[in-house]
């Protein structure tokens, strides 16, 4: 199943410098390990924003939800799931 997903970073100003710079560090270990994966095929900056649009592909919800749940800067995200359904106009249908 494919998800398209909005994330908005939120990260505190106040944020101990250590933390801040060992989270990234994981969140960037834990994304770039889905994405080899074949998991997280798609990951786009927002243009002007500290965001991203992703998409996922992964076997149903209850997978996405341990994913996203599971991103070390989710404490400081707010996210928004979209799920897709293939279009009927898609020519790769034929
Ligand atoms: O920077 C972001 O958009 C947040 C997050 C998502 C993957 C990653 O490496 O960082």
């Not at 909005?6 to 100003?13: E, G």
């Not at 106040?14 to 969140?27: H, K, N, S, Y």
């Not at 924003?49 to 592909?57: A, G, H, L, Q, V």
């Amino acid at each position: 199943m494919l998800f398209h997903v909005r994330m908005d970073v939120h990260i505190p100003q106040d944020l101990d410098p250590d933390v801040r710079a060992d989270t990234l560090a994981r969140e960037k270990a834990y994304s770039q390990e889905l994405q080899r994966a074949g998991t997280w095929p798609h990951i786009w900056r927002i243009v002007g924003e500290y965001s991203n649009y992703s998409i996922f592909d992964v076997a149903d919800n209850d997978e996405l939800h341990t994913i996203l749940s599971g991103l070390p800067l989710f404490p400081y995200m707010t996210i928004k799931v979209t799920p897709l359904a293939t279009h009927p106009s898609d020519i790769a249908l034929g």
